[in-house]
């Protein structure tokens, strides 16, 4: 079931409110109204939350769709006085979805799906794909007359595609896009860049901003890395290990155990410590429920020989056996 979300009405709402309480002329009364709204209905105080970030990620907006925006927010400003930063939300959201569409900045605020820490979910798209959120993600999907089209603000995703030849599947990130040739394939966004892994079929990647010449066909086990528009082929692995986190699974063949309890701490509330110095060179080989993170960590425990133990406020800490 797909969760409840902001209306466009609730959105432009939040931006009023977000406009009015950013001038010097808000009053208490302004404050008591805005608070009033706020407690109608949880997702009105959700999408006010949301809409006070979007001053700070304004100021990550590309260039181009800042200088749109600030021409916008101009022209309006000298018809209705002072608006403030926050009044931009009124303008992209409430009067200019066009300019929605064009910033990211903006558009991750306000994601069609999200995960929490921890938390995994399947979606059935309005186009009969089928995609496999993982922990702490965020996407927004769109639909048009010639193309299907997932942005994936954060995270990872697992996307089995339906057939058609009218509308490609497209995956955005930032850092560039994987169209679908085929069907089953991974995007990971995370710090500032996109792995792509193809699971079945074949994958077109194109690092944003690129040429034709830039792009690369994948085929199952490929994968690549899209960062500061360039792309960087990274070594082949095993498609089923690839995917097996949609499935439930940490899995791992001989890798080191640095690198799979950083991945496991994506998945908990509670990270593990260690110091990856002193675990150099400890490897690991097995599979591990995500659903349940601490048999997960006593697995890997188990499987290495390290010791597990608690720091003083309850975390736990691996380290080598003495």
């Keep these: 079931m797909t969760e409840p979300r902001p209306t466009p009405e609730m959105i432009a709402q939040a931006a009023y409110w977000a406009a009015q309480l950013a001038t010097d002329e808000a009053t208490q009364d302004d404050r008591d109204a805005c608070e009033a709204w706020c407690q109608e209905n949880p997702l009105h105080r959700l999408t006010m939350e949301r809409m006070r970030g979007i001053d700070v990620q304004f100021e990550g907006t590309d260039s181009i769709g ?14 209705t006085g002072r608006w403030g930063g926050l009044a931009l939300g009124l303008l992209l959201l409430g009067g200019g979805g066009w300019l929605t569409a064009q910033t990211m900045a903006v558009r991750t605020w306000f994601p069609d799906y999200e995960t929490a820490r921890g938390e995994q979910r399947r979606v059935t798209l309005a186009d009969g794909s089928a995609i496999a959120i993982d922990t702490d993600a965020a996407l927004s999907f769109r639909r048009s007359h010639d193309r299907r089209a997932v942005t994936l603000f954060r995270g990872q995703i697992l996307a089995r595609v339906t057939k058609d030849k009218t509308r490609p599947f497209i995956v955005e990130t930032i850092e560039g896009s994987a169209t ?15 792995t792509v892994t193809v699971i079945e079929s074949h994958v077109r990647a194109c690092p944003a901003k690129a040429s034709a010449a830039d792009c690369a066909d994948l085929w199952p ?40 309890l950083r991945e496991l701490n994506r998945y908990r509330a509670q990270p593990v410590g260690f110091d990856a110095a002193a675990l150099s060179g400890v490897r690991v080989s ?20 390290l010791r597990l133990s608690r720091a003083p406020d309850g975390s736990p800490v691996v380290t080598r056996a003495k």
């Design 66 to 79: 800042r200088e749109v925006i600030e021409t916008v927010v101009e022209r309006r400003s000298h018809k």
């Design 180 to 194: 679908a040739k085929g069907t089953a394939f991974v995007v990971r966004r995370d710090d500032d860049a996109t």
């Design 221 to 260: 086990g490929d994968r690549v890395r899209m960062t500061q528009g360039k792309l960087v082929r990274l070594g082949p692995v095993d498609p089923d290990a690839a995917a097996g986190w949609a499935q439930g699974w940490l899995a791992a063949d001989d890798q080191p155990v640095v690198g799979v």
């Design 286 to 305: 097995g599979s591990y429920p995500l659903a349940d993170p601490d048999r997960a960590l006593e697995g890997i425990v188990r499987s290495t020989g």
